[in-house]
């Protein structure tokens, strides 16, 4: 027999382990070492080729876009993600935009339709121009996760307020860590990062809600925990509630729009940072 006839059947033989016996067999031709030391604490090698390979996501055409695995939650036309809580958001070119308040009305904050506990969110808002008023009624709004927790929205270009108030701050609680803001007018980008807090069997916390933000591409919070749920005036506390709620985009009487917001819910992986619960 020659040496190409020796070579195509031990290819059929191999072909056939791989039907017989299935992926693992598959896995050795998968690149990767099996001569490395373990992982402290896992059950994968250093450079493991059997270790399960990431999900393929395609990201947006441009910079900003939704990815395949988002959640679209405003595309630039249609509310239908959203529940109002009052009026009427307005969309026009692109945008929807908190609605102007009624002489002694309520507020008509939008609540999402889906529930959300961990998630990567991005959003673009602008502030109204010219700008309205000052200090806490410029520009208001924010990004109520859960219906508990506030990252604050606020025009914070050349305007003074106190500074766990201004636009990126945990409303009530930490400052951003910079104030990289656009003026009036001009489309600025949030990208946040929101794991839920974890609460035990007797509702007892066993680990804070915690951010992480971007805003116009600049880190404003860095896993920057929560005390508890947002309060005016006062040091939320927490109580155990559901692992999922709304994200409420939040109604302060000023004409703020939005455009362009998605979520991607995270896997329990993505919140799991600290050594000992890194996930195996
Ligand atoms: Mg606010």
Known sequence: MRKQELKNIAWAAAVAAVITIGSPAIAHDRPGFRD??????????????DRPYPEVVTPGPVPGAAPSDAVVLFDGQSLDAWQPQGGA?????????VPPRAPGGGESSLVSNESFGDVQL???FRSPNPPQSSS?????????FM?????????????DTYA????????????PLVNPSRAPGEWQSYDIIFERPR?????ELLRPAFVTAFLNGVLIQNRQA???????????TYEAHEDAAPIQLQDHDSPVSFRNIWVRRLPEAAASHDFEGEVK
């Open 36 to 49: 490395t030391p373990m992982l402290p604490d896992s059950q994968w090698r250093v450079h493991d080729p």
């Open 89 to 97: 958001w307005m969309v026009e070119d692109g945008a929807m935009t």
């Open 122 to 124: 991005h959003l673009e």
């Open 136 to 144: 806490q009624d410029r520009g208001n709004s924010g990004i109520i």
């Open 147 to 159: 219906q508990r927790y506030e990252i604050q929205i606020l025009d914070a270009y050349e305007n």
């Open 164 to 175: 766990d108030g201004t636009v990126g701050s945990i409303y009530g609680w930490k400052p």
């Open 199 to 203: 609460f035990g069997p007797e509702g």
């Open 226 to 236: 929560w005390p508890g749920v947002t309060v005016w005036r006062q040091i939320g």
